[in-house]
Nanobody
Framework: QVQLAESGGGLVQAGGSLRLSCAVSGRAFSRYGMGWIRQAPGKEREFVAAITWSADITYYADSVKGRFTISRDNAKNTVYLQMNSLKPEDTAVYYC?????????????????WGQGTQVTVSS
């Protein structure tokens, strides 16, 4: 079983930055592709960013490309999302997720394990 716990959310003004962390417990963290998915009030879950198990490939939604950076530290079983130049439309609950399929890391259906989420609120 894999358990994920997000932290680092909060309230920030537009243009500001936040760094989300996701601590993963369980076995074989380094074999999982990791992603961040968000859900705004009244909207469906939206893919944000993903990183392969070897950290050699990253994927981003067009809406965050150039502003967000995903990274992972396999020695610490942790994945990060650095969010810069935040906008009010980035307001959402951000979920960390893990999956091990051979393809589809930028698709929500790829992920088997999910954290509880952390709230990010960007004020204008």
């Amino acid at each position: 079983q894999v358990q994920l716990a997000e932290s680092g959310g909060g309230l920030v003004q537009a243009g500001g930055s936040l760094r989300l962390s996701c601590a993963v417990s369980g076995r074989a963290f380094s074999r999982y592709g990791m992603g961040w998915i968000r859900q705004a009030p009244g909207k469906e879950r939206e893919f944000v960013a993903a990183i392969t198990w070897s950290a050699d490939i990253t994927y981003y939604a067009d809406s965050v490309k150039g502003r967000f950076t995903i990274s992972r530290d396999n020695a610490k079983n942790t994945v990060y999302l650095q969010m810069n130049s935040l906008k009010p439309e980035d307001t959402a609950v951000y979920y960390c997720a893990a999956g091990s399929r051979a393809w589809g890391i930028s698709m929500i259906g790829y992920y088997d394990y999910w954290g509880q989420g952390t709230q990010v609120t960007v004020s204008s």
